[in-house]
């Protein structure tokens, strides 16, 4: 005969202020087999998890039912109590009467009458708990973290020096990422190579960090604490072994007309390049798309160039399989296109440039050395207005929803630095909101205005007319003097939001992890566990998970990587045994389960059955993985003849519960 | 030769008949025949447009209708015209409410639900005809002109009930320009609003915007300015104040197919 114990919470108020949580105790104290109910104020507390102790001791309970929050919040504080007493964990059933009554519900006499039909349906379920053991499984001691920006390096570096191996796959002929072509950082204007490239050179040189450059991940499968990755080394046409990075095929190749990236476009590069002077590794890549050998088979400069013979026309793309532990996205950001913004000429005019452009028009390693020169004539602008907010909080389909958060920092930069190199240009910011939240970042706004006289105007820019005189005519409108102006600019800069990069969204599918609407990655929690997404062992560093500055995205990255490292550390892990099982007397073979598991769990063998006329049949049946299966429960759904169950919500316990609702 | 009924609407009658004529003569020579249907009657003009007001969409539903039960698709060439009946088009077919005040009031033997398919012109141009077999039936291309498309403000929005091409950044005109033999003129004002039905009230304003527009173009090098909109080409030929040339798109076409002596006779 079982032997139930029933725990109803109060949580303070927000479960007793809505349903009466002494009448849910008393109209479940007469379920059958349930010999103790009570109520608790906080019963997650250590005195509430004493109650709970003592009961399953004084009772000897068989199981117990928590009527409190969602189990996502306290499961597993009641699991632990449970098991402290000397009752298997998995006795213990959750009804949440928080998130799914008290907090949505406002009449007293509704939400206690769920609250009861709740936890009536807790106690059917727990009548079929069996107990369950969790199984343990080894963690392997690499990490890979994907993406090589500043993110990932500083991730990677963290996790190297507490001693484990990590590997980064980096989809660029170099690691650097996005900062290797910013010119200064906000809010002190050090300069961002000197910060950043003495971390690209840590990283290379450190032997337990290995860069995979110029590679993508194409195939993840396992689970937490044992992932198998596939990389694809994209072929570069150049042996990194052999490469010393003296750059002397660059200066060769005849190919010059090929669009810098480096450079937004600003200038050209040659079809087989290093895409900037303190790129790690150094090695030289062949771009197939402009280089004369590969497209006519006529040249070939460079190999006969290459003292080393690194050259190799006939490289192919290669795949590698690794395993990891734990994997940590650093897959970072991108600035949209603005083609949806042609308002602002961006399309027409050479001279309205976005503001990354302006970063790299500014750069000392830039097209025009440092010096900031327009576009269009290489003459020195005088008058530069800035435009914020393009394409971020934006209501329609054209931009994206959210603040891009970094823009009113570094158009305050932009504004700063022109103003004290070039006095005498001019230059107006046009915004929605200044929004410098941050330490030292106000200040560093404040010091635009005041100390460098940028124009700041609330408001927003309409239109941008090019002129044949080479000028732009933009037109807007100041919101607080409530009136239209003509500005004459030489150039205009637009801060475009900033999207996830587009490679995050299959990656995420490969992962199995959770994305927002914006393709920005989820975290587990979005106060309590930043850093963690929702599937275990995989971790969110930067910019992937939302917009964030310099500073934040080098703490999250340290963040994960400290996270990866308390995984790295554990020999084991404990598996979730709630984990699917086939019955293979009724499985009849059909494979419907191994198609919709998203795991790869399942696996058909063929074995010996005895059959009721006593002769023997080879039967093809599914088998689960149990250290794969995450108990997602997609399969028992899928099977047409009921062989699969989920251990711990059993067909038969999930019907029970649906049967003590509807009774 | 296929057949589209078609709307001219009712400046097309009298001020804007060069939009007209031309339009039914190139189609001809395009193998498209234009039906008028019998008992057309003003659209209404962009006042229409006002979210909570049946009575002033009838006019639209009624051509719409029509052309369903002709079985065809409906054209239309003027832009205030083509902006009224695919906006009604397209809120009839979306919402519930007040398509069924419009069929209460209408009675029509079959509800009319949005079935109808609206093409301008120019779409008819791309989509039916399509540029590329418009190109090679040009026996007069135009070559060596700079012309400036003007789409003013209702050709294009509001976007998504008029599904015609991007309105900040359009290229239907310009591919136009191009299959007539003619080089286009980009130019920033090209989708603004040339001070539209404010004229009427306050002369100085509208004056104001399509003076902006005509120096635009011309700063920009053109030759002329095409338009498909019989208020934008009056603010601009007459409120402006510019001595550049404005035409409607169709008279050029007719020009390019070699038409034009005989078409406005």
Known sequence: ?663 | METFTYYPGCTLRNKAKDLDEYARASAKALGIELEEPADWQCCGGAYTTAKDEIATKLSAVRVLDSAKSAGRPLVTVCSACHNVIKQTNYDISRDAEMAAKVNAYMQLDTPYNGETTVYHYLELLRDVVGFDKLREKITNPLAGKKIAAYYGCLLLRPAKALAMDDPENPTIMEDFIRAIGAEPVIYAQRNECCGGYITMEDKAQAAKRSAKIMDCAQDQGADMIITACPLCMYNLRKNSGSELPVYYFTELLAEALGLKEGANE
């Open chain 1, 1 to 663: 005969m079982q032997r139930i114990g029933v725990f109803v919470c109060h949580c303070g108020t927000n479960i007793a202020a809505t349903v009466d949580v002494k009448a849910v105790a008393e109209a479940l104290s007469h379920e059958p087999g349930v010999v103790v109910s009570q109520d608790y104020q906080y019963m997650c507390s250590e005195s509430g998890q004493n109650l709970v102790k003592d009961a399953i001791k004084e009772h000897k309970l068989t199981g117990i039912v928590i009527c409190s929050c969602s189990p996502r919040m306290h499961e597993n504080t009641f699991r632990k109590a449970a098991a402290a007493a000397g009752l298997n964990p998995y006795l213990v059933e959750i009804a949440n009467v928080r998130e799914q009554c008290s907090w949505i519900h406002k009449d007293i006499a509704t939400a206690t009458d769920k609250a009861v039909i709740l936890g009536k349906a807790a106690v059917a379920k727990v009548h079929l708990n069996a107990p369950l053991t969790s199984m343990e499984s080894p963690v392997v001691k690499r990490a890979l973290v994907i993406g090589g920006g500043i993110a990932g390096i500083q991730t990677a570096l963290d996790i190297a020096e507490a001693g484990f191996d990590v590997d980064i796959v980096e989809k660029q002929p170099t690691i650097g990422g996005k900062m290797a072509q910013i010119d200064k950082t906000f809010p002190t204007l050090d300069c961002a190579a000197c910060i950043l490239t003495p971390k690209m050179v840590e990283a290379a040189q450190n032997e337990k960090i290995h860069i995979h450059s110029f590679s993508e991940v194409t195939d993840v499968k396992g689970f937490v604490g044992n992932f198998t990755v596939t990389i694809k080394k994209k072929a570069r046409y150049v042996d990194e072994t052999k490469c010393t990075g003296c750059g002397l095929c660059t200066e060769k190749c005849p190919m010059k007309k090929v669009p810098n990236e480096f450079n937004m476009g600003l200038d050209n590069r040659t079809a087989i390049y290093i895409p900037f002077a303190q790129a790690v590794p150094k090695v030289a890549t062949i771009d197939p798309n402009y280089c004369l050998m590969m497209k006519t088979g006529k040249c070939g400069v460079c190999s006969k160039m290459c003292s080393v013979g690194a050259i190799d026309y006939k490289q192919q793309d290669q795949l590698i399989e690794e395993k990891y532990g734990a994997i940590v996205v650093a897959t970072g950001f991108n600035p949209i296109k603005l083609d949806k913004f042609d308002e602002f000429a961006y399309s027409h005019s050479p001279d309205v440039v976005t503001s990354l452009e302006l970063e790299r028009l500014m750069n000392a390693a830039g097209p025009n050395g440092g010096t900031l020169l327009r576009p269009s004539d290489k003459k020195h602008p005088h008058t530069i207005v800035f435009v914020q907010c393009v394409g971020s909080r934006c209501d329609d389909e054209k931009g994206k929803p959210y603040c891009s958060k970094i823009c009113c920092m570094y158009t305050a930069k932009h504004a700063m630095l022109i103003r004290e190199k070039y006095p005498d240009t001019e230059v107006y910011v046009f915004y929605i909101d200044v929004r410098t939240p941050g330490k030292n970042f106000d200040e560093f706004y404040r010091r635009a205005v005041e100390q460098y006289n940028v124009h700041y105007i609330k408001g927003m820019v309409g239109k941008v007319t090019p002129k044949s005189d080479g000028q732009l005519d933009v037109q807007a409108s100041d919101l607080l003097a409530n009136e239209q102006l003509h500005i004459n600019a030489d150039m205009v800069v637009l801060a475009a939001a900033i999207e996830p990069d587009k490679t995050a969204r299959p990656l995420a599918t490969m992962l199995t992890t959770q994305m927002d609407t914006n393709d920005f990655f989820t975290e587990a929690h979005p106060k309590l566990r930043p850093v963690e997404s929702a599937t275990a062992g995989i971790f969110l560093s930067g910019a992937c998970q939302g917009p964030k500055d310099i500073p934040e995205t080098v703490a999250q990255a340290s963040a994960a990587a400290a996270k990866a490292i308390g995984l790295l550390c554990k020999n084991s892990i404990t598996c979730n045994p709630c984990v699917a099982q086939s019955d293979e007397l009724m499985c009849n073979g059909c494979s419907s389960c191994e198609k919709v598991c998203p795991y790869g769990a399942i696996t058909y063998t063929d074995k010996e059955f005895r059959m009721p006329d006593r002769t023997t049949a080879i039967r093809r049946v599914a088998s689960v993985n149990p250290a794969v299966c995450q108990g997602c429960g997609a399969c028992t759904v899928a099977c047409p003849s009921g062989a699969m169950d989920l251990k711990g919500f059993s067909n038969s316990q999930i019907m029970a519960e649906v049967d003590a609702i509807c009774k």
